[in-house]
């Protein structure tokens, strides 16, 4: 990797800094809870990233991910598991650090939060693996269909389940806590470092990717994207790629849905919508499909008027408008050329309008 | 080195090829020659894998490859250059070409496979000018040569061209022909399959003439050049003409 690579993340290193400084300088500290919450979210975008432009598999179903990550944490990890753990049996477990007293959450004894992050990721794996390999034998619309199948039964079962809290979600979620003095909760104390590490596994993901992008599967991913005949025929092994990258971007939204449980202390079932699936993939193509940073920075950006309420109650509304807009006018997302010169064209022409 | 016994394929409930056999030996140059909706796409790939075939069987090498997947089979030495050319073309010429080479990257270095590229680009001296270029905004013939060099990076044991001509204008189909002539005095055997028979059958050593799934005819290319019905119905020539 030569300095022209990595002069991207430096820079992306910067701007996190520069941000919270800025932030602490003008004594708005509080929007740092929602940039926090924007990481997390941004984790979906860049697993969904790779599945779309690289790959080419549409999924609407990527909010179910999230939703599983969160909801079953925060079922190991609030005090539904309290009486199943009081037998005498489980103190094997209790020294063994498998299950902790949370003293944030009346002294209720549930699965260390490192546990339970294991646990998910190994569900989210199996998960995606059960979902994906009958799915993607389906190309194109078919595979957009079965996904958005996959969210909305995801969502209902969580909607619909005593045992996840129903309409109201799962409350009053144990931070997860890391080296004892810093925890993954909603802590005013620990907002400044809870930013930095939401960021920092935005970081790594971007790390992560980029190795998979530039190596010889991501080229093996492209060639799947232009024809998955073609790329059979020169060897590529079409089902297992495909299969691998859905259960990596999976594995990316679970850990956002994870960390996002934790730090909110909570989850409710709008996280498993269907708007919500739609909104990545939104965001995807408003950040150019195949363009890492571009997702980067349209999913931090948009993610993030959305938390500060910007538009309001038409907040679906507007990613909507934003996915019919986009495949409009400028299909290939934001950041190409194509689009700026249309745009400087479009402003052009209103300029000459005016001065008539 | 590539033997078809009896093979039945198709789409769906439609049955395509009706109980085809042919052999490729190594060396030759085969042409498969017949109209459209003969089912000579079908045949290709259902060989290539694309297509599971319903019976009969396919062996490739002394291998019984009928149950194979696609991929599998490129890995075998089969390599499919699909009709329509089928190029990445949202990647560079270049990146077609070391996409070619997918499978040799586990086993061999990197330097042989440039070395490669090389020799492609000598084989092709237009692909060197546009190595930088989007493989889709090459011109229909350049991308017909980027596909063949494609396949050929692979270093296949037997290169099957599915319509190489199509769509192409007839100065460039003669220069695709010479150079599929070229490749076969590298050494290479080549399977080709053809709607301009005329064109193919003077490179090829020996022909297979295909209608309606089933094989009607084969032989050298001479004596399918003397045989009246090839003459009436793919070469062109008018009955009387012939009779006279």
């Given at each position: 990797m030569n300095i022209g690579r990595r002069i991207h993340l430096l820079a992306l290193c910067i701007f996190i800094i520069a941000i919270q400084l800025l932030a602490e300088m003008s004594g708005s500290r509080y929007i740092l809870t929602q940039l926090t919450m924007t990481g997390y979210y941004t984790l979906v975008v860049l697993g969904l990233c790779l599945l779309m432009g690289y790959a080419g598999q549409v999924s609407l179903g990527h909010a179910a991910f999230f939703a599983l990550g969160g909801y079953l944490t925060a079922l190991f990890s609030s005090s539904h598991l309290d009486q199943l753990f009081t037998h005498e049996n489980i103190s094997i477990l209790r020294k063994a650090g498998i299950i902790t007293h949370h003293p944030e959450i009346n002294n209720a004894l549930c699965l260390a939060p490192i546990v339970s992050l294991g646990i998910v990721l190994f569900f989210t794996l199996i998960l995606?693996?059960?979902?994906?390999?009958?799915?993607?034998?389906?190309?194109?619309?078919?595979?957009?269909?079965a996904t958005l199948g996959f969210g909305i039964i995801v969502h209902r079962i969580f909607l619909g389940t005593k045992i996840f809290g129903e309409a109201d979600g799962i409350a009053n979620v144990?931070?997860?806590?890391?080296?004892?003095?810093?925890?993954v909760g909603g802590d005013a104390s620990h907002r400044i470092a809870n930013f930095y590490f939401a960021w920092f596994l935005v970081l790594c993901a971007i790390i992560i990717l980029r190795n998979i992008i530039n190596s010889r599967v991501g080229r093996a991913l492209r060639a799947i994207h232009d024809s998955e005949e073609a790329a059979s025929a020169m060897g590529v092994d079409v089902g297992k790629y495909k299969l691998i990258v859905f259960a990596i971007s999976a594995l990316f939204a679970a850990i956002g849905g994870f960390?996002?449980?934790?730090?909110?202390?909570?989850?409710?079932?709008?996280?498993?919508?269907?708007?919500?699936?739609?909104?990545?993939?939104?965001?995807?193509?408003?950040?150019g499909m195949a363009n890492l940073w571009g997702c980067l920075i349209m999913g931090t950006v948009l993610n993030f008027f959305s938390l500060r309420g910007f538009f309001g109650s038409y907040d679906d509304a507007v990613f909507g408008a934003l996915l019919i807009g986009i495949m409009i006018w400028a299909p290939d997302g934001l950041f190409?050329?194509?689009?700026?010169?249309?745009?400087r064209h479009f402003v052009e022409k209103i300029r000459c309008q005016f001065s008539k | 080195m590539l033997r078809v016994r009896n093979l039945?394929?198709?789409y769906g409930n439609l049955t395509i090829i009706r109980s085809v056999s042919l052999h490729v030996k190594a060396g030759e140059i085969v042409t498969i020659i017949g109209g459209n909706g003969a089912g000579k796409t079908t045949l290709l790939n259902t060989i290539a894998g694309i297509i599971q075939c319903r019976e009969g069987e396919i062996v490739f090498e002394h291998e019984n490859i009928s149950k194979f997947s696609a991929d599998k089979i490129a890995a075998k030495g089969l390599c499919l250059v699909p009709e329509g050319r089928q190029i990445f073309s949202d990647m560079t010429v270049r990146e077609n070409l070391e996409m070619g080479a997918y499978i040799r990257y586990k086993k061999e270095n990197k330097e042989e496979i440039n070395t490669d590229i090389e020799k492609m680009y000598n084989l092709f001296p237009i692909l060197q000018n546009r190595k930088h270029q989007r493989a889709g905004t090459l011109s229909g013939g350049e991308q017909q040569m980027l596909a063949i060099a494609r396949a050929l990076m692979g270093r296949p044991k037997l290169l099957i061209l599915d319509e190489p001509s199509l769509g192409l204008a007839p100065i460039i189909v003669q220069q695709i022909f010479a150079i599929i002539k070229e490749i076969r005095n590298m050494g290479n055997t080549i399977l080709l399959v053809e709607q301009n028979a005329k064109a193919a059958l003077k490179i090829a050593d020996r022909g297979y003439v295909m209608e309606t799934g089933q094989i009607l005819l084969e032989g050298t290319t001479s004596e399918l050049f003397e045989n009246r019905d090839v003459q009436r119905a793919y070469l062109g020539k008018e009955y009387r003409h012939i009779n006279e």
């Open positions: 995606a693996l059960i979902i994906g390999i009958p799915l993607l034998r389906l190309k194109g619309h078919y595979l957009s269909m144990a931070p997860f806590r890391i080296f004892g003095f810093f925890a960390f996002m449980t934790h730090y909110n202390t909570g989850i409710g079932p709008s996280e498993a919508g269907i708007m919500k699936s739609v909104r990545y993939v939104a965001i995807v193509a408003v950040g190409t050329k194509e689009f700026s010169h249309k745009f | 039945v394929s198709g």
